[in-house]
RNA sequence: GUCAGAGUAGCUCAGCUGGUUAGAGCACAGGAUUCAUAACCCUGAGGUCGGGAGUUCAAGUCUCCCCUCUGACACCA
């Protein structure tokens, strides 16, 4: 069974900022574990393309929207490379195929009657790309999140017969695997209950936008084109683009992770367009929180955004995914500190990790010959320390089906924490000046460094360089297809040679504010 | 305004269906140690669990009222 995720395809008005890179970074991990544990997975992200919005700031750019679309999606692709995002497919929505596959969907919908044609009229902002409830006499309105005018529109628009489905989308987001997290599900299911209303899927004075079949003028809107860039991700697999084909190609998905911000499209109006087309609904929708910095609100109002760029060449890729994952609850709204930021990095990955490979594995090449000591008692799977293996194992496992990365990082955390404790109840450095006190010393380090093979494999999802520069200093090769096999204690072969070990992670020196 | 959620150590948060002296991480203080990236390990201090009333043998955990904050309330990638 294949498994699907998909990120938001983000909008690419503006560059990406620290949200998108949040979002991306968290479903690489998720990628990456089931990649891990299962082998079969499509990891779809991309960018969504068209709009007014779009339209109008390559205008002030004095640039095509063409154009202004390809230097933005570049710099996604070329960010979600320098962060080794592994994802699978990188969709565009302007991609030529996307056209096919929207006038196809398009069909099916109108086929099923769900396409109706109806006046809209009322104050809309090009910012919000949206209709205001503000009355229509009122003079001269704005936007109170844009701060700009609304527009006058009244025009014939094509609209989603979203109505019809009521019954079906209360019944799917009454299930409680559908939304999460499970604090998330009440405002939708509250939404639900209030009634759906049709919802316009056109506009008409928006060139930026893929043209409707059979109405002339008129464009799809975003939205609608939007949510079906992750059916055509998925058909982009060297086959044609075609409908028919998408239960051999990963649909449906097994989770669309989101901001909290786009729950509601994802939840409601999505499962709604594929009831129409008559394809199955994705199995899980996953709103997360935003991140503030220092308290606030980032935007470039306060001038405060951090850039994502900036931070991974300073701090480096797994200081930063550590942090986020590791300190924020995937779901809850997150607060980036510098200064718990550089604690974090600093005390879990330098000193409790770090130094517990680089103590370690300096004292089994200094007193047994630069290799893995003999285990002895400590191959058994009743050791202490495989006891606890074995729990962070389990608990890792657990978490990441969940996508609940604190919980799966403190885990690994508290082995490596265990293992250290380890090292210093036993103390093999004065056991080892007492005569006849070898065969238990090297259990003893056999133990821990087998601790630490463990810590660097449960590592790979979340960070998988740092995993990787683990694991090639106790000689094994980075984390891959056989990961849960190799998951198990014992793992590490008595006799084999240690590197010469240096620091896996340096510590993060950050004088001045990022 | 309506609905939902939250207010627990300096900070970020755990505390499931009510039950011994309320926990963790970070920060802070002290101790121990020297294998190691001035790292690791142990101990400690620190909370009238937003306020008030009630139910109960027993409430952070249930009920009611009040205060504060956050989010949703239709087309915000």
């Not at 979002?23 to 779809?44: E, H, K, M, P």
């Not at 009122?138 to 019954?167: G, M, V």
């Not at 955004?305 to 890729?317: A, H, K, M, Q």
């Not at 198990?488 to 240690?498: A, D, I």
């Amino acid at each position: 069974m294949t498994y699907t995720l998909t990120t938001p395809l983000y909008y690419v008005n503006d560059r990406p900022h620290l949200g998108s890179t949040y979002t991306t970074i968290a479903c690489d991990a998720l990628a990456r574990y089931q990649r891990l544990n299962n082998g079969s997975v499509v990891f779809v992200t991309g960018v969504d393309e068209h709009g007014q919005k779009i339209q109008r700031t390559a205008e002030q750019k004095q640039i095509s929207p063409q154009e202004h679309c390809d230097s933005i999606s570049s710099t996604y692709r070329d960010l979600w490379k320098s962060w080794g995002i592994s994802d699978d497919r990188f969709v565009r929505t302007t991609d030529p195929r996307h056209l096919q596959l929207v006038q196809q969907f398009y069909e099916r919908v109108k086929a099923s009657g769900d396409i109706v044609s109806g006046r809209q009229t009322g104050w809309y902002c090009v910012g919000c790309e949206e209709y205001k409830d503000d009355p229509a006499d009122a003079e001269s309105p704005t936007c109170s999140i844009h701060q700009k005018p609304l527009e006058w529109r009244d025009e014939e628009n094509l609209f989603f017969r979203l109505s019809r489905y009521q019954a079906e989308i209360e019944a799917l987001v009454a299930q409680d695997d559908f939304i999460a997290p499970a604090s998330r599900r009440q405002e939708v299911r509250n939404f639900v209950a209030q009634g759906l209303r049709d919802f316009s899927i056109s506009r008409v004075n928006v060139s930026w936008g893929l043209p409707v079949p059979d109405h002339p003028g008129h464009t799809f809107y975003v939205w609608f084109d939007a949510l079906l860039g992750y059916l055509t991700a998925l058909l982009d697999d060297g086959g044609s683009t075609d409908l028919d084909r998408l239960d051999q190609c990963g649909w449906p998905a097994s989770v669309h992770v989101i901001g909290k911000d786009i729950l509601r499209f994802h939840a409601v109006f999505w499962p709604a367009m594929l009831l129409s087309a008559g394809l199955p609904l994705p199995k899980k929708v996953f709103g997360h929180g935003f991140l503030t910095r220092e308290g606030q609100k980032m935007g470039k109002s306060l001038g405060n955004v951090l850039d994502p760029e900036i931070l991974l060449e300073r701090c480096g890729t797994d200081a930063v995914r550590w942090y986020l994952l590791r300190d924020i609850q995937f779901g809850d709204d997150g607060d980036f500190q510098q200064q718990r930021f550089i604690d974090l990095v600093n005390n879990d990955l330098a000193n409790t990790i770090g130094n517990l490979l680089n103590r370690t594995s300096s004292m089994a090449r200094k007193w047994f010959d630069d290799a893995v000591p003999s285990a002895g008692a400590a191959a058994s799977p009743d050791f202490p320390l495989a006891q606890r293996a074995s729990q962070a194992t389990t608990t890792v496992s657990d978490a990441m089906e969940t996508l609940s990365f604190k919980t799966a990082s403190e885990a690994i955390l508290q082995l490596a924490i265990a293992a250290n404790g380890h090292l210093n109840d036993t103390a093999p450095w004065s056991r080892m000046k007492q005569p006849g006190e070898e065969a238990a010393v090297a259990e003893d380090l056999y133990a821990v460094l087998e601790a630490t093979r463990l810590v660097g494999l449960l590592l790979a999802p979340l960070l998988p360089d740092l995993s990787a520069r683990i694991l090639e200093q106790l000689g094994q090769p980075p984390a891959g297809p056989d990961w849960r096999d190799r998951l198990v204690w014992g793992g590490l072969t008595s006799g084999s040679e240690l590197p010469k070990p240096s620091p896996v992670m340096q510590r993060l020196e950050l004088d001045e504010p990022l």
